[in-house]
């Protein structure tokens, strides 16, 4: 709380230093100590006064008006909750999300499990992380991730010590109760890999893809129970691949996303892009299919409607060096929808949201497309670095699956001519 008050008060502290160097300055009159003052003093107000433009600019999300999105905040008290996903199961929406005091490591980061029979009116089933993380080698917990395996309830996370975070393993823990009884954190083998979500085709052999801790290499997993995962192929080994996803395509082949970095700069990288990369049976071999420049997916989210995979993940609306090449801390960013094609990607819409934001999860029920996010104030446009010290919320977004088809029809075709 105390860096998070510190850094706001930067957009007000930085231009009254700058307007008093200025003034210091011009009183001197003359010399070079003067004109030193001044240049300082200049330099501080412009840095404030975009500072300040900032924290205070009104938000431009590119919502499009034809899915008619519903939201609503789900989690909003002044924690930075974030990383969430989102499965319904037995009747019922299961919701994780971590709550800390900022984006950056904390041994107070804890998950939070919920579940609502309406997506509307949620209740707490369990918490993951926190002190009682710790006495297990648990410190920084976060990017969790729900599934179902042979009707067991699992919960996958990584777990991260420094604060700047770079997760060093996957661990797991799971209820056979439908959420209520958890067994202990464990380590997830092979340790050193950074599992996303598992997916299916039969219920029997389970898939998930993971990407390696020191980044620039994902592969691919196979597993029956969920726990006991073995090495099937490598999907990419180079650009700094990070988060990556992956679904099921119509014809038995996998399609995969994945986060190329290219650097870890503060700056991000002119470069940054998603890669679209796909494989057949039995998934031992796969082809890069494009490098999408639309945005660098950051917490991709993937799933299918009607045949067609469609991907939730965060968006940089202005790409463009060296403050705002992609992943760049300084840009802003969005949680968006795309289309996901072998040629790339195809962003659909914005959904409300600005500053730290994205890590969906999503959930098909009753025709409808629910998803999972957390952001900022969505009415504000906050840069990145700032979001990520501010609180966000957990918000929930329902739109009709029949709405999206529609519109990824018109865009897909207008992109063909």
């Not at 230093?17 to 200025?22: K, S």
């Not at 240049?39 to 205070?56: D, F, P, Q, R, S």
């Not at 997506?119 to 089933?125: G, I, Q």
């Not at 598992?198 to 998930?208: F, K, L």
Request: hydrophobic content about 45%.
């Amino acid at each position: 709380m105390i860096l998070r008050h510190l850094i706001n008060s930067l957009r007000w502290l930085l231009p009254i230093l700058g307007v008093a160097l200025a003034a210091a300055g011009a009183l001197l009159a003359s010399g070079a100590w003067a004109w030193l003052l001044v240049l300082k003093g200049l330099a501080l107000l412009a840095i404030g006064l975009v500072l300040l433009y900032g924290y205070t600019r009104s938000n431009r999300a590119e919502i499009s008006p034809a899915l008619k999105i519903e939201t609503w905040d789900v989690v909003n008290d002044e924690q930075h909750s974030s990383n969430t996903d989102l499965l319904h199961w037995n009747g019922a929406f299961y919701l994780v999300h971590a709550a800390a005091p900022f984006h950056f490591a904390s041994q107070a980061c804890r998950l939070i499990l919920l579940r609502s029979s309406d997506a509307r009116s949620w209740s707490r089933l369990a918490e993951f992380g926190g002190s009682a993380g710790v006495e297990n080698g648990i410190h920084d917990i976060r990017d969790p991730k729900l599934a179902v395996i042979n009707g067991r309830l699992f919960l996958y996370a990584l777990q991260n010590v420094t604060f700047n975070p770079e997760p060093y393993t996957t661990v797991y823990t799971v209820s056979d109760d439908g959420g209520q009884a958890w067994s202990p954190l464990q380590f997830l083998q092979p340790e050193g890999w950074l599992f996303w979500r598992p997916r299916s085709r039969d219920g029997v052999t389970w898939y998930a893809p993971a990407y390696w801790r020191e980044h620039g290499k994902a592969a691919l997993f196979r597993s029956s129970d969920g726990i006991q995962w073995e090495m099937v192929s490598t999907i990419y080994d180079a650009d700094r691949c990070d988060e990556t996803d992956i679904e099921f395509l119509p014809d038995g082949r996998l399609l995969a996303t994945a986060r190329l970095e290219f650097s870890d700069s503060i700056f991000g990288h002119p470069q940054g892009c998603t890669l679209v990369a796909v494989s057949e049976p039995p998934y031992t071999r796969w082809t890069p299919a494009a490098h999408s420049p639309v945005t660098r997916l950051d917490g991709p989210a993937l799933f299918t409607w009607n045949e067609r995979v469609y991907a939730v993940g965060r968006r940089q609306p202005d790409i463009a060096g060296p403050f705002r090449w992609q992943g760049s801390a300084f840009s802003r960013k969005r949680t968006a929808l795309f289309l996901v094609l072998k040629e790339g990607l195809i962003h659909l819409s914005d959904l409300p949201s600005c500053g730290d934001t994205a890590y969906a999860g999503v959930a098909i029920q009753g025709g409808s497309l629910y998803i999972s996010y957390y952001t900022n104030d969505p009415a504000r446009d906050y840069p990145w670095i700032v979001g990520m010290l501010n609180p966000t919320r957990i918000t929930l977004a329902r739109l009709d699956l029949r709405r999206l088809e529609t519109l990824a029809t018109h865009l897909a075709s207008a992109k063909a001519h």
